[in-house]
């Protein structure tokens, strides 16, 4: 396991932020959840602020719930682990991440929630980028990985007066660095309809010398049919896979590697027929950026060979979608619903999620 937790947010050099995070949908695509347990260290600082956050998304009103609280956390109290970390600030709120295991619990002046899931795994591990030592260099700035492609979430949520049981089919993700893209568009889908099949991909430009510079579109997937998979991530090609749509609500891109290609369309409803929830989130250079996510986005697949014939076509209207756009300009607070949302705006102190 990549665990950079334990090293480098005790090093006082420069800013951090990570990201440890589970998502599911319901078997019948009607709920799904996102749980975010999130550290930040901001440039130049010595506290490092925990954030804990769950969100619930419902197909059907188009709405979300969301509960948040945070923490400033001492050196003894950072996890060694994320496979094994416990963390509560009693009576209130707690967090528990066990493999087989997450329990946890928020009390906060917006809204309580508590959640005790039971995790089966039946996923592989997933690293993004082609080589393994990327991860622990200094570029690029922003790391992720799929801790699990593939589990299945029994137990139940609550937030508020809103109570779901499972099971949910999702994933577990984990992803760091010393600050978040520029722009980019990020899809993960763990349900199709017409196989057992898993992708992941993004596109993103990242901002170099104080955003005076922005690099042009770099995209990488993956994407596993059964037992097969196929995997567009080499370095030589990351800048060359045309991405012909990369908006708010949508991302299309044909990706290639030596054998294969892949034409991906992911788009989602508008949040005034489908549930999305905008974060702030914060980099570590003080600056702030709105992340756009839904959970029912559309997603169509076709995998092609060298020779333009068509292997599978696959689709599903479970896949999650999340978008961050420059443009948008962040609140003051920590979470915000999107300007079409009805949903009251959460006004929090705490803002990185």
């Not at 137990?155 to 660095?177: A, D, F, K």
């Not at 027929?273 to 986005?297: E, I």
Request: aromatic content about 10%; some cysteine; charged content about 20%.
């Amino acid at each position: 396991m990549i665990n950079p937790c334990a090293v480098m947010m005790r090093r006082l050099d420069g800013g951090l932020y990570e990201s440890f995070y589970f998502r599911g949908t319901s078997l019948d695509g009607q709920q799904a959840f996102w749980l975010k347990h999130n550290l930040l260290r901001k440039k130049d600082g010595k506290q490092i602020q925990l954030d804990l956050a769950i969100i619930l998304f419902d197909r059907t009103s188009h709405k979300t719930e969301l509960a948040h609280c945070s923490q400033i956390l001492s050196e003894d109290q950072l996890p060694v682990d994320w496979q094994s970390f416990h963390w509560s600030s009693h009576p209130h709120s707690f967090c528990q991440i066990q493999a087989e295991h997450l329990g946890g619990g928020i009390v906060a002046q917006s809204k309580n929630a508590r959640w005790d899931l039971q995790c089966q795994n039946q996923g592989e591990l997933l690293l993004h980028f082609p080589h393994e030592r990327w991860y622990h260099s200094a570029w690029p700035k922003k790391k992720l990985l799929t801790v699990s492609s593939r589990i299945l979430f029994h137990g139940s949520i609550q937030i508020g007066t809103q109570t779901l049981h499972g099971p949910w089919l999702g994933m577990q993700g984990h992803n760091w660095g010393r600050e978040h893209a520029y722009r980019y568009a990020y899809a993960n889908c763990t349900d199709f309809d017409q196989a057992d099949a898993y992708f992941d991909g993004l596109s993103a430009q990242l901002a170099i010398a104080h955003k005076r510079i922005i690099t042009p579109r770099l995209s990488l997937g993956v994407l596993c049919l059964g037992r097969q998979w196929y995997r567009f991530n080499q370095l030589e090609r990351a800048l060359f896979q045309p991405v012909t749509k990369l908006d708010h609500e949508n991302w299309q891109i044909e990706l290639s590697n030596r054998t294969h290609r892949l034409r991906v369309q992911v788009s989602a409803p508008s949040p005034e027929t489908c549930a999305w929830v905008a974060l702030n989130y914060d980099h570590p250079d003080g600056n702030r950026s709105v992340v756009r996510n839904t959970k029912f986005a559309q997603i169509n697949l076709e995998l092609l060979d060298k020779g333009q014939k068509l292997i599978q076509s696959i689709s599903s209207d479970r896949c999650e979608l999340e978008t961050l756009m420059p443009e948008d300009l962040p609140t003051m607070g920590y979470s915000t619903p999107l300007l079409m949302q009805t949903s009251d705006t959460e006004h929090l102190s705490s803002p990185h999620i």
